[in-house]
């Protein structure tokens, strides 16, 4: 109904078309909160895309015809809380203004245009009624202390920022002088983001990223051009054998991928000091089988066959793919590995969780898929079942697996390699899996971004 409604009555006032759109949307029901701008976009059928934007927190593409369908972009630098603001504003301009292209500065004087979507989106974000309930829950006085605005902001997942400026102008309910500069001075000298650390409010961004994943890759469409994905291989194979600990050139991977695999055995790399490059050449070997291969029936004994392709230009490829049969030290990490007799039966009971998964694969969502193998990945370096090669081929397989939902391949660049390392140990230790999923679900958004192929953007 919301999507034929004629909404043009209602173009007068922002916060009466979006509370118009709110009823409808929600067919007169109480909306759940977080408000999910995405899924709204979703609903819609409008594609949104992430883009390095520069100076423009968004922009909308208006459909060219009756057949044609609209396209939002976003920026993809600015933070979760941000970009959520964002599609609510563009939803406003598909709403509004769906017959011209807008463009949404970050900075700058604004139009009228711009002005009348950043009030809709505070409105569709923070319906008054809501925002009213929220902060009498914590006003003393008829007025609500500034820090604990921040968990207002928190309820609806809107910046700081905004959540104060609303309840200053609708509500008037923040002391002192209210003027935009001075409500951005008081602002800068609280230091939301580190007040929120001292008083361990805790942070939403990982169930606010779960919404990008669901509707979001609904649209991916993988770039076609080879030099994309060459480009995106080489990024990978640099990335996670920097990650390993690895001292190699970016710009020597391909001329080492190539004179192995023309050679294989005889290339001149192939010799006992030169593991490093035979290591690399045989990780982007593990992902072109992975890219190219249709096989579905994956299994955790799959892992033995990518470790043994991980080695296959070692002087002893055969020693590859083997369970370990000692105990090591896992340098780096903070997690404990099982004892090298227990690997068997820890494998195979991994495979029954695993084959419960993918049996239920159609009825689970893209990040609640993601989720279950993150828990499968980290049982994975837990049981450590090689003697080397366990990230890299723990890695690979968990491309692997995102394959089946149609997910794009990610890698973990260099420098997250503690925070992986901490996420693993979290997980670990507290049975707390937040870290780990807010570190893939990140890298996963930005292969999406990295790959997405759609035209005009």
């Not at 054998?241 to 050679?263: A, C, H, M, P």
């Not at 993150?374 to 994975?380: G, T, V």
């Not at 394959?403 to 973990?412: A, E, M, R, T």
């Not at 937040?434 to 999406?448: D, G, N, P, Q």
Request: some cysteine; proline content about 4%.
């Amino acid at each position: 109904m919301y999507k034929t409604f004629d909404f043009t009555p209602y173009f007068g006032s922002a916060e009466v078309l979006a509370n118009k759109f709110l009823k409808l949307y929600f067919k007169e029901q109480k909306p759940s909160f977080p408000i999910d701008p995405f899924r709204i976009l979703s609903d819609f059928n409008i594609p949104f895309v992430f883009r390095d934007l520069k100076k423009l927190e968004g922009l909308y593409i208006p459909p060219e015809n009756e057949e044609d369908i609209a396209v939002v972009g976003i920026n993809r630098n600015r933070p979760i809380f941000r970009q959520r603001f964002t599609a609510a504003h563009e939803l406003c301009h598909h709403i509004k203004d769906k017959t011209r292209q807008n463009v949404c500065p970050i900075d700058g004087k604004k139009s009228p245009i711009e002005k009348f979507a950043d009030d809709f989106a505070a409105a569709l974000l923070m319906p008054i009624d809501e925002l009213k309930v929220q902060v009498a829950l914590y006003e003393k006085d008829g007025i609500i202390d500034i820090e604990n605005v921040l968990y207002v902001a928190d309820y609806f997942a809107v910046s700081f920022q905004s959540c104060v400026f609303r309840i200053a102008y609708k509500l008037g309910k923040i002391s002192g002088e209210t003027s935009p500069a001075a409500l951005t001075k008081k602002i800068n000298k609280f230091q939301p983001a580190k007040k929120r650390e001292s008083i361990n409010v805790k942070s939403n961004d990982v169930n606010l990223y779960k919404s990008v994943l669901d509707n979001a890759l609904s649209y991916f469409i993988a770039n076609s051009s080879k030099a994309v994905w060459y480009k995106f291989k080489t990024n990978f194979v640099f990335n996670e054998n920097r990650l390993e600990g690895l001292d190699i050139e970016y710009q020597t991977v391909s001329e080492i991928i190539t004179d192995l695999r023309l050679k294989k055995q005889d290339s001149e790399f192939c010799r006992d000091s030169y593991d490093v490059v035979i290591e690399v050449a045989g990780h982007a070997s593990m992902y072109d089988f992975i890219y190219e291969t249709e096989e579905t029936n994956i299994t955790v004994f799959s892992l033995l066959s990518l470790n043994r392709m991980l080695y296959q230009y070692a002087p002893y490829p055969d020693e590859a793919g083997k369970t370990r049969n000692s105990n090591n030290l896992v340098l780096g990490a903070k997690f404990e590995t099982i004892d090298f007799t227990e690997i068997p039966n820890a494998m195979g009971e991994l495979d029954k969780q695993l084959k419960s998964i993918l049996q239920n694969i159609e009825s689970l969502t893209i990040s609640d898929f993601i989720d279950e193998i993150l828990k499968i990945h980290h049982r994975i370096t837990v049981i450590h079942p090689f003697r080397d090669g366990n990230g890299r081929t723990s890695r690979v397989f968990l491309n692997w697996l995102f394959k089946l939902k149609g997910i794009p391949p990610i890698y973990l660049k260099a420098e997250k390699k503690q925070e992986y390392f901490d996420a693993l140990k979290e997980a670990d230790i507290k049975n707390d899996y937040t870290k780990l999923r807010e570190v893939f679900y990140k890298a996963i958004i930005s292969s999406y971004i990295e790959l997405t192929d759609y035209p005009g953007l």
